[in-house]
């Protein structure tokens, strides 16, 4: 088993840049496939990247984030990143980690056993 804590969060003007952090307690991080996901107000949560186990050699991201944002992992440090460029107002969220012992990159939110409880990011017009 896995606890994943979120961190990183913030408010920060459209254009500019954040980093999330999850960070995983547990043995054997390394074989758990991570995902970010994000929930604003009156919509469903939605995928926006996900890296693989085991050295993360594969990504996926939603249309709507790529080229903008870059998911990476340290295994050594226990942590998956998603690092977050030219933010837009539509990315105000609350975002999620999540983790699966299942192969990755997993779009798909069932397929995750661990979810974190989430970092709030704002980004004003």
């Not at 186990?53 to 050594?76: E, L």
Request: hydrophobic share 35%; glycine share 12%; proline share 2%.
């Amino acid at each position: 088993q896995v606890q994943l804590v979120e961190s990183g969060g913030g408010l920060v003007q459209a254009g500019g840049s954040l980093r999330l952090s999850c960070v995983a307690s547990g043995r054997g991080f390394s074989g758990y496939s991570v995902g970010w996901f994000r929930q604003s107000p009156a919509k469903e949560r939605e995928f926006v990247a996900a890296i693989d186990r085991n050295g993360g050699g594969n990504y996926a991201y939603a249309d709507s984030v790529k080229g903008r944002f870059t998911i990476s992992r340290d295994d050594a440090e226990n942590t998956v990143y998603l690092h977050m460029n030219i933010l837009l107002p539509q990315d105000t969220a609350v975002y999620f980690c999540a983790a699966s012992t299942t192969y990755g990159p997993l779009l798909r939110e069932s397929l995750y056993n661990y979810w974190g409880q989430g970092t709030q990011v704002t980004v004003s017009s």
